[in-house]
Nanobody, 127 residues
Framework: QVKLVESGGGSVQPGGSLTLSCAVS????????IGWFRQAPGKEREGVGC????????HYVDSVKGRFTISRDDAKNTVYLQMNSLKPEDTAVYYC????????????????????WGQGTQVTVSS
């Protein structure tokens, strides 16, 4: 059974940092790219970035470039989203997702349909 579980969310002041984790089970992480997404209240879900299973390369949407970093530890079956210089507009529920048919070659790959999703973790950036 494929399962993804996000953790690490919380409340932080603007300019602060948080690291989210995405623990996976039921499949071999080595063979899958992982995408991070977020959904703010009243807004559509949007892609944040992804990490490739081939070479661990990463791609991000413009709004988080230079502030967010995705990494993976296949031995621990975990993918991370390091978020720095957080802004109030980063407030959202953050999700990790994967699909055997979706790679991570560019940020536009986040527009493809991902089949497996975690339950999400809330990130609130507020003073």
């Amino acid at each position: 059974q494929v399962k993804l579980v996000e953790s690490g969310g919380g409340s932080v002041q603007p300019g602060g940092s948080l690291t989210l984790s995405c623990a996976v089970s039921g499949f071999t992480l080595d063979y899958y790219s992982i995408g991070w997404f977020r959904q703010a209240p009243g807004k559509e879900r949007e892609g944040v970035g992804c990490v490739s299973n081939i070479d661990s390369s990463t791609h991000y949407v413009d709004s988080v470039k230079g502030r967010f970093t995705i990494s993976r530890d296949d031995a621990k079956n975990t993918v991370y989203l390091q978020m720095n210089s957080l802004k109030p507009e980063d407030t959202a529920v953050y999700y990790c997702a994967t699909d055997p048919k979706v790679g991570c070659y560019e940020s536009s790959d986040l527009r493809f349909e991902f089949h497996y999703w975690g339950q999400g973790t809330q990130v609130t950036v507020s003073s």
